[in-house]
């Protein structure tokens, strides 16, 4: 497997100066500007990287700041290809559109949301879907461990959770929590998700979730808390979530391509090495490849330029609604 914190590193400098820089004057044929959630950076950097060994004169500038943030600099036009862990939303189709923004929305990988404590703490062995709730919930959270389950310590529950503009937080937020309700208020909230599992890693009554990638780079001070949906609990195993069993915490994860951007070779041959090679990348970082069937329709979209999403009106989409509409 790939090390990520190695795929990271290599490329934090760059990030933060494209972050700061904007758009590269003249968006010359040899730029390819990436964005976006922090859970399909690894994917990105990963690619990145390969593809800049292979054609070295092509530029790949990776930043990363959240889906949302990656949403806002693609629809301004800032950038050609962003990342996402859930969705383009209406408002920002709308966006996109008023400013002429064109794009096609690319599936590449699944993956399952964790929710991790450390391995210092001996308790909780599994949670079902109400008492997630109670640990993360704004309105329904309670103060205790021992208010989640009888007999679990009576000690203040420190909740730790992805930033606002996070794919993420926004994606768990709709699946696990009621209509309405938001994260607790005093949860300690990061767009770093190596910040939020070295918080829990040596607390033993901290929590929170992240991408799976992110789990596993800290697997050995961290556990992956199953989840019981209401037929038993179930690990975030790349057998469970593949077969569809991890719910309702796997997704689909996306890159979005500027249509314009992709008349520059340097997009159009690293979008396509990208989506050429997201299986492998995949599996070397934790996710679940893509069903042959979507990465087919995931290639097609992108040699016939197709534009547009599938899931208006979907934010919080899940493997079963990629199956449906994905094809």
């Known amino acids: 497997m790939r090390a990520l914190s190695t795929i990271v590193s290599a490329f934090a400098l760059l990030a933060a100066l494209c972050a700061a820089c904007g758009p590269a004057p003249g968006h010359p044929s040899t730029v390819v500007q990436l964005d976006g959630s922090s859970t399909v950076l690894p994917m990105s950097q990963a690619a990145a990287e390969d593809f800049a060994r292979r054609e070295p004169r092509a530029r790949l500038m990776v930043a990363v700041s959240s889906t949302r943030g990656g949403f806002e600099r693609f629809t301004r036009g800032e950038i050609d290809v962003t990342g996402a862990s859930r969705p383009i939303l209406p408002g920002e189709v709308a966006q996109a559109a008023a400013r002429g923004v064109e794009f096609v929305e690319?599936?590449?990988?699944i993956d399952g949301i964790c929710v991790v404590v450390g391995r210092c703490n001996?308790?909780?062995e599994d949670l079902d879907l109400g008492e997630l709730a109670a640990v993360f919930s704004g309105d329904r959270g309670v103060p205790t461990w021992a208010d989640v389950r009888p007999g679990w310590p009576r000690r203040p529950i420190h909740?730790?959770?992805p930033g606002t503009d996070s794919g993420t937080q926004d994606?768990?937020?709709r699946r696990v929590l009621q209509p309405g309700e938001a994260i607790r208020r005093d949860a300690a909230t990061s767009e770093d998700d190596h910040q939020l599992v070295a918080n829990v890693a040596g607390d033993p009554d901290a929590i929170t979730f992240v991408?799976?990638?992110?789990?596993?780079?800290?697997?050995?001070s961290l556990r992956a808390i199953p989840i019981d949906a209401g037929a038993g609990p179930v690990a975030p195993t790349l057998d469970a979530i593949r077969a569809g069993r991890y719910v309702p915490l796997s997704r689909p994860l996306f890159l979005y391509v500027r249509r314009a951007s992709l008349d520059r070779p340097a997009v159009r041959g690293f979008v396509a090495d990208y989506l050429q090679r997201a299986g492998t990348l995949a599996t070397?970082?934790?996710f679940v490849p893509l069903p042959d069937a979507v990465a087919a329709a995931a290639a097609r979209k992108l040699q016939a330029r197709d534009i547009g999403t599938h899931f208006a009106g979907i934010p919080a989409v899940g493997v079963e609604a990629l199956l449906e509409r994905y094809r």
């Open 122 to 124: 001996d308790f909780v």
């Open 284 to 286: 070397e970082l934790g």
């Open 159 to 161: 909740t730790f959770a």
């Open 211 to 220: 991408g799976r990638a992110y789990f596993l780079a800290r697997e050995s």
């Open 106 to 109: 690319l599936a590449i990988a």
């Open 171 to 173: 994606y768990f937020t």
